[in-house]
């Protein structure tokens, strides 16, 4: 069965350093998107992206965050200068129609 | 905005027990009400899912009732197993779409013991 897939599974990264959290989506979704949960606080939407441009974001996703379909098969987010606060697992999402496929997450620590 | 209230955790339920978490929301207009589940070291995965008031979602032994009326969506199943043992998340996407933002409540911790 086709499934999300998330590399690394977890990123150890110092305070101001840019990182580039990567998700292979299921292969005929159309809807991609990125969810966090800080430890101990609910999963948070963070971006949606279709057809090539983001479709909604949420207050958390500023101007320190991107995310980019390089080659059809990859969807990352980028942080450009990570913040202490920015610790969590990241969660990519695929989908078609109703339903969004989750991949495993990556952990990010921000020291 | 839209927000999603689950019950208090953790739950922890011997073997073939009755489980209810109760899930309540507020949204406007239609959304579609949706439970994940997160087992240890793994991603959520989508366990049933109701798209229009008194549709009853099921899977796996499990069941959800959306209901309109007292704007919830409770998780149950009969008799529950040590292999139940995860995170069960509810979930609501606003309606007007079906590939919008899902907005999460705070996880239920469920432990089943032998």
């Known amino acids: 069965e086709p499934e999300v897939t998330q590399t690394p599974s977890h990123q150890v990264t110092q305070m101001g350093q840019e990182v580039i959290l990567r998700c292979v989506p299921i292969s005929n979704h159309l809807y991609f998107y990125w969810y966090r949960q800080i430890l101990g606080q609910k999963v948070e939407f963070l971006v949606s992206?279709?057809?090539?441009?983001?479709?909604?974001k949420s207050e958390i996703f500023d101007d320190q965050f991107s995310v980019e379909r390089p080659d059809g098969s990859n969807f990352t987010l980028k942080i450009r200068s990570t913040k202490l606060e920015d610790s969590a697992m990241y969660f990519c999402?695929?989908?078609?129609?109703?339903?969004?496929?989750f991949g495993p997450g990556t952990r990010l620590t921000v020291t | 905005g839209n927000s999603v209230t689950q019950m208090e955790g953790p739950v922890t339920l011997s073997e073939e027990a009755f489980l209810t978490i109760n899930c309540t929301y507020t949204a406007t207009g239609y959304p579609s009400l949706f439970w994940y589940v997160q087992y240890p070291g793994e991603g959520l995965q989508l366990l049933l899912k109701a798209t229009k008031a008194d549709d009853k979602g099921s899977n796996k032994g499990f069941e959800a009732t959306y209901r309109k009326e007292t704007t919830s969506f409770h998780l149950e199943k009969g008799s529950v197993q040590v292999s139940d043992s995860a995170v069960y998340f509810c979930a609501l996407r606003g309606g007007g779409t079906s590939y919008g933002k899902l907005t999460f409540g705070q996880g239920t911790i469920l432990t089943v013991h032998p």
């Open positions: 999402a695929s989908g078609w129609s109703y339903e969004q496929y």
């Open positions: 992206f279709y057809n090539n441009e983001i479709s909604e």
